[in-house]
């Protein structure tokens, strides 16, 4: 990847921008539309939200002030939002498409995800695999019906992915990795089986910001340790989604393609003992 406008292909020929812009724990309300805005006219041209943040509404907004301040049309940009796991389920899953572009404000969307693969309320030892093969369904429909692009999931690990049932295969699967935790063996699943891997808090919730080694290793290069997570991200061949809502940061986290990370520096992050892991797991208690 060697620019901001670079691409992921996807299975079926659709391109997703190789990083995009992570709107979770963005207040809603100003700090949300402003910083999305911002986000637009640094160069940012995927915005990534979802139901259970509870900021689609401004999120929205500052989609169409970004893309009026930046002279773009809807389709210049790509936009993800995602099905919490209160609206799993056929019937409720197709409503909650239709609010989630209304919230947006939007008649689509470029890709929508199963946001988690187990709502640990499901008492029933299987309820997981119908509640998401229903979710699913509902999901291919809108595809069918143009007001979803294309349809993935997160937080889904090997054995959540087998056990779903499409017509329509999963394009992404967005995954919690940056420095000190990698799911290498999700990551490797997905690529075998053509998913393109997302990197949601690639900057570890900030807290490998903080690391003597990597701030050392970032001092190397001149750049700070949020552009070599968001370097790194690129080289493990996963599109990293960072996060600020600080209009300086948020165009600091696309300058990342003046450099690359070398080998020995890499396998040097890659083998980091675990670090900034948020602590949710797929298969334990949901995290909001």
Known sequence: MKS????????????????????????????????????????????????????????????????????????????????????????STKVEIQACLDRLGLTYVDLLLIHWPIATAEKAEDAWIKNNNETWRAMEEAVDE??????????????????????????????????????????????????VVQAWSPLGSGVVLGDPFLNELAAKYGKSVAQLCVRFCLQYGVNPLPKSVHADRILANTEVFDFEISEEDFEAIRKMPQLGFSGNDPDGNLPF
Not at 152 to 172: M, Q, W
């Open 4 to 91: 901001l406008t670079d691409v992921y292909t996807f299975y079926n020929g659709s391109t997703i921008p190789c990083v995009g812009y992570g709107t979770w724990r963005t207040p809603d309300g100003d700090v949300a539309r402003e910083s999305v805005k911002q986000a637009i006219l640094a160069g940012y041209r995927h915005i990534d939200t979802a139901a259970v943040y509870r900021n689609e509404v401004s999120v929205g907004q500052g989609i169409a002030e970004g893309l009026a301040a930046a002279g773009l049309k809807r389709e210049d940009l790509f936009v993800t939002t995602k099905i919490w796991c209160d609206k799993k389920g056929y019937e």
């Open 146 to 195: 143009g007001k979803v692009r294309n349809i993935g999931l997160s937080n889904f690990l090997p054995r959540h992915i087998e056990a779903l049932d499409c017509r329509i295969k999963p394009v992404s699967d967005q995954l919690e990795i940056h420095p000190g935790y990698l799911q290498e063996e999700a990551v490797s699943y997905c690529k075998e089986h053509g998913i």
